[in-house]
């Protein structure tokens, strides 16, 4: 037992290393990474939009072409009314490094809020869709937002943390911030950027743009404000947030994502073990298979 804590607390530190010096898991090896996002349409999927039900893609917001899933909005009647979406990886994660790159394009849709123009994200530790109700706007979760920048000369920067309906620990203390900036260098026009998220349950969470780490934080959990329309009983304020869905989001501006990968970072940490992997870094001792 001692000898695997003490296997635990390295791998943990060695990740810690990498991070800190730009380096992603990615970058050592491709093992086990899983595709979410078959480049072909949303199965596995599933849209929320506020004013909507659960699985109602109005005007086909979220759209797979090109091997690409597309945001747009030129099926749209009228302004834009708050019609915030977001849409569902069915399935929930709790320890992950999460990879994927976005770009913006087109023009804001009218009556979208300034702040939205050049702006999204990708929501994790999410509450279930089919949880909210039709006329919650943002679910319960934590968001590292997407930016590009607007005025040439002025800091932009993407892979902030955002937090609707949730609190962060951040340098030390909850962070009574909505939005906390990242070090990221400001990205213009519509190049391509990658994103890399790295979460270990209600522990660390690092974000991670192009190969440079640029933000980390510490103990999300339910809190905070912004969120509107929620089930109240959904919202325990201080209950740690361990896992959840991941999302990409929609608020007015049309985006790109594509190469969308996942891997679980929590698994069986012995070597002896068939099903051992050697990039796990949380112990689940219970799956081992010899």
């Known amino acids: 037992m001692k000898k695997q804590i003490l296997r635990t607390s390295l791998t943990i530190t060695v990740l810690l290393l990498l991070i800190g010096c730009g380096v992603s898991k990615s970058q050592q090896t491709q093992d086990d990474w899983v595709n979410m996002f078959n480049g072909e349409n949303l199965k596995g999927w599933t849209t929320k939009i506020h004013h909507y039900e659960v699985g109602d893609n109005y005007g086909d917001t979220f759209r797979a072409e090109d091997g690409m899933i597309k945001v747009r909005?030129?099926?749209?009647?009228?302004?834009?009314?708050?019609?915030?979406?977001?849409?569902?990886?069915?399935?929930?994660?709790s320890d992950f490094h999460l990879t994927m790159q976005y770009r913006f394009v087109g023009e804001l849709h009218p009556g979208a809020p300034d702040y939205t123009l050049l702006n999204s994200g990708i929501m994790f530790h999410s509450q279930d869709p089919r949880t909210m109700l039709k006329e919650q706007?943002?679910?319960i979760s934590v968001e590292m937002q997407f930016l590009a920048g607007i005025e040439e000369g002025k800091e932009r920067p993407t892979g902030n943390m955002c937090s609707p309906g949730t609190d962060v620990v951040y340098e030390g203390k909850i962070d009574p911030r909505h939005c906390i900036n990242s070090t990221s260098d400001t990205y213009y026009g519509d190049q391509w950027v990658?994103?890399?998220?790295i979460v270990l349950h209600d522990s660390l969470i690092t974000h991670i743009i192009n190969g440079k780490t640029v933000l980390q934080y510490t103990k999300p959990q339910i809190g905070g404000g912004v969120v509107k329309g929620f089930d109240p009983s959904l919202k325990q304020d201080g209950k740690p947030l361990k896992e959840g869905l991941i999302a990409l989001q929609s608020e007015g501006q049309p985006i790109d994502f594509k190469n969308i990968k996942i891997r679980n970072l929590k698994g069986c940490m012995d070597p002896k073990a068939k099903n051992f992997k050697d990039y796990y870094v949380i112990p689940d001792m219970k799956s081992c298979s010899y």
Not at 87 to 93: A, I, M, Q, T
Not at 194 to 197: G, I, K, N, P
């Open 194 to 197: 990658t994103a890399e998220l």
């Open 137 to 139: 706007d943002w679910p």
């Open 73 to 93: 909005y030129d099926q749209y009647e009228g302004e834009f009314n708050d019609r915030f979406s977001h849409l569902y990886y069915d399935r929930p994660y």
